[in-house]
């Protein structure tokens, strides 16, 4: 029987094993990871070409690249994508707030009506059927004075009693509107 000489043994570059273990967790972290892939894949490729045979795990350096490449070209394309999706959201729920104020503002307008018989003066004059009214925000407004306020009657112009603005925002602020509230009890963005 004859014997063979020893096989020399093949390590695995560990920057390989490292690009591809931090191009999978650039799927998670983006960029702080993606980066870091693709130096140590490119390091680990230029080290396996040049050892001979004796390291391995062009593979893994090769997926640790790819993901890491995934991550900053694609991630960065998504984001683009959601982002102004997430800031339209973010409108919509700041003037359903602004329209929620406005509505409680109305419905203290009708308990201080039923109570006192007239519509009430100013916004003060509601404190006592929901505290803190006078002092309600628009989620836009960054000012220091009232957000809202009552529309004279005088001033509404409106044909039928139902459709009359009773209060409304002081300016508009949600891409040119205001939040309104009518004499019938309904809320819009006028």
Known sequence: MSSMPPVPGVKTSGAAIASMVLGILSLFCSIFTAIPALICGAVALVKINK??????????????????????????????MVIPAVAAAQGKAQEAQCMNNVKQISIAWEMYEVETGKPPRVLADLERFSPGISGRKCPLDKGDGPSYEIVPAESTAAPDADTAVRIRETEPRHRNRRAVAFADGHVEMK
Do not use: E, K, T, Y
Request: net charge positive.
């Open 51 to 80: 050892s001979g045979g004796r390291l391995a795990g062009q593979g893994q350096a090769i997926a640790g690249l790819v993901l890491g490449g995934f991550c900053m070209l694609v991630l960065p394309i998504f984001a683009a």
